[in-house]
C-alpha cells in the first residue's frame, strides 16, 4: 500500500486526537501537518506488515511532546507510580447516562497527559491494548493500569460535580 | 456461584481484552450474577460516553496562536494538497467546493452502502441509515469525515449522472448561504441533513425522498 492510501483515512482521528492534545485548534492542524511531513520522510523504515496506525499515532505524539505546549504539559506533570494502583470506586454508583457531555469533555482535559492519551486511544479511537502500547512505547500491563485509573479519575470528576 | 468478577476483569471484558479462555466462565458468571452484570452495563456506558464526548472537540484551551515549528514550506505546501484539514468555520459551499476540487475527495471509495456505513463506525458519535440507491437516479461515491463548526460530520459524495452532490450528515450542520448552488436540508432521527450541488432543486429533493 502507498503512503497516502494509509495515511490519508487516518487524518479525522489524528486531527481529533491532536486537537486533545493541544487543547487547540491551529495547533493541532500544526501537529497533524508536522506529524504527516515525518511520517512521509519515515516511511521507508515502515515495516510492512505492522501496525500503521500505531506507528504514526506514536510520530504524533513524539512530536508533541518536544513541542513547546508538549514539554510544558509534561513539565507540569506529577509522577505517579502505576504499581501502587488499588482499584477504587465502583462504576455501579454512577449514573453516567446523566453526565452531559460538557462535563465529560472537561474531565478529560483535566486529565494528566499519560491518562489522557491512553484514554483517548483506547476508547476514542478503539485501539487494542496492544496497539496503545505500541502507540505510546510502554507495556502493556502500565496501558490496562493508566486505562483504569484514567477512568476512575474520570468518574470521580464526574461524581463531585453532582 | 462463583466468585464475583473483579474490577479489572469486567474492564477488560468490557475493552474486549480478556484472554479467550477465561470468556466462557465470566460470561457464565454474568448470567447468573445481577451485580456483575451491573457492573458491565455502567463500564460499556462509561466507554460509549467516553467515546461519544471525545469525538467532540474538547472546550478550548485560551492560548494565544503560536507557529513554533520552523517552516519546510516546499514540502507542507505539496501536503497541503494532499491533506485537506477541513477549517473549523467552513461553510458547507466553501467545504463541496474544496472536497470536489481534491485530488482525493474521499477516504472510502465505494459504491456500496454496506461499506460506507460500517467505515463510519468509530469516527462518528453517531450512526446514521444510508438507504440502497439502486432504483434511484442517484449513485454512492464514497464518503469521509469532515469537521464543521469542530464537530465531526459525516460526509457522502453522490452522484447524478455527471454531477457530483455532498451530502452533509451531523447532529448540527448548518444550511449553506449560497447563491453559487442549490442545497437542500432536513432533519430526521434527530439529524440534520445537507444536499448541495450543482443540479435542480427538483433532484435534490428526490433525493431527500430517497433518504
Known amino acids: 500500500m502507498t503512503f497516502e492510501e494509509l495515511a490519508m483515512p487516518l487524518s479525522a482521528s489524528l486531527y481529533n486526537y491532536a486537537r486533545w492534545l493541544t487543547g487547540e485548534p491551529h495547533e493541532a492542524e500544526d501537529l497533524v501537518q508536522e506529524t504527516y511531513l515525518k511520517a512521509l520522510r519515515g516511511f521507508a523504515s515502515f515495516r510492512e506488515g505492522t501496525n500503521f496506525r500505531a ?18 504539559a509534561t513539565a507540569m506533570q506529577p ?19 446523566h453526565a452531559n457531555g460538557e462535563e465529560l469533555r472537561r474531565a478529560i482535559l483535566e486529565l494528566p497527559l499519560e491518562f489522557r492519551e491512553v484514554l483517548l486511544l483506547a476508547d476514542m479511537e478503539n485501539m487494542s491494548y496492544r496497539e496503545v502500547s505500541e502507540a505510546l512505547s510502554i507495556p502493556v500491563g502500565t496501558v490496562t493500569s493508566r486505562l483504569t485509573r484514567a477512568r476512575a479519575k474520570v468518574r470521580r470528576r464526574i461524581q463531585e460535580k453532582r | 456461584m462463583n466468585e464475583h468478577l473483579s474490577a479489572q476483569t469486567i474492564e477488560s471484558y468490557a475493552d474486549g481484552e480478556l484472554a479467550a479462555e477465561r470468556v466462557p466462565d465470566t460470561e457464565e458468571h454474568l448470567r447468573e450474577c445481577a451485580a456483575c452484570a451491573g457492573k458491565l452495563v455502567a463500564q460499556m456506558q462509561l466507554k460509549r460516553s467516553i467515546r461519544e464526548a471525545a469525538w467532540t472537540m474538547p472546550p478550548h ?9 520552523p517552516a519546510v514550506a516546499a514540502a507542507a505546501a505539496v501536503l497541503a494538497i494532499l491533506i485537506a484539514i477541513p477549517r473549523s468555520n467552513s461553510e458547507l459551499a466553501d467545504l463541496h467546493t474544496t472536497i470536489l476540487a481534491s485530488a482525493n475527495p ?14 463510519f463506525e468509530g469516527k462518528l458519535p453517531f450512526s446514521f ?20 463548526r469542530e464537530e465531526p460530520v459525516a460526509y457522502l459524495m453522490v452522484t447524478k449522472g455527471a454531477h457530483r452532490i455532498s451530502l452533509f450528515v451531523g447532529r448540527d450542520v448548518p444550511s449553506p448561504r449560497t447563491d ?15 444536499a448541495v450541488g450543482d443540479v435542480a432543486r427538483t433532484d435534490l429533493e428526490a433525493l431527500r425522498n430517497a433518504f
Open chain 2, 106 to 119: 474521499v477516504d472510502v471509495i465505494s459504491t456500496d452502502r454496506h461499506t460506507v456505513k460500517p467505515w
Open chain 2, 61 to 69: 484551551a485560551f492560548r494565544p496562536r503560536r507557529r513554533w515549528w
Open chain 1, 55 to 72: 506507528w504514526i499515532f506514536r510520530i504524533l505524539r513524539n512530536t508533541f511532546l518536544t513541542s513547546r505546549t508538549g514539554l510544558r
Open chain 2, 129 to 148: 441509515p444510508i438507504p440502497e440507491l439502486a432504483a434511484t437516479p442517484f449513485h454512492l461515491a464514497g464518503a469521509r469525515v469532515v469537521y464543521v
Open chain 2, 180 to 194: 453559487a448552488f442549490e442545497s437542500v436540508s432536513w432533519t430526521r432521527g434527530g439529524l440534520r441533513y445537507v
Open chain 1, 79 to 97: 509522577i505517579e507510580d502505576d504499581d501502587q494502583f488499588v482499584a477504587e470506586g465502583d462504576p455501579e454508583t454512577i449514573f453516567l447516562h
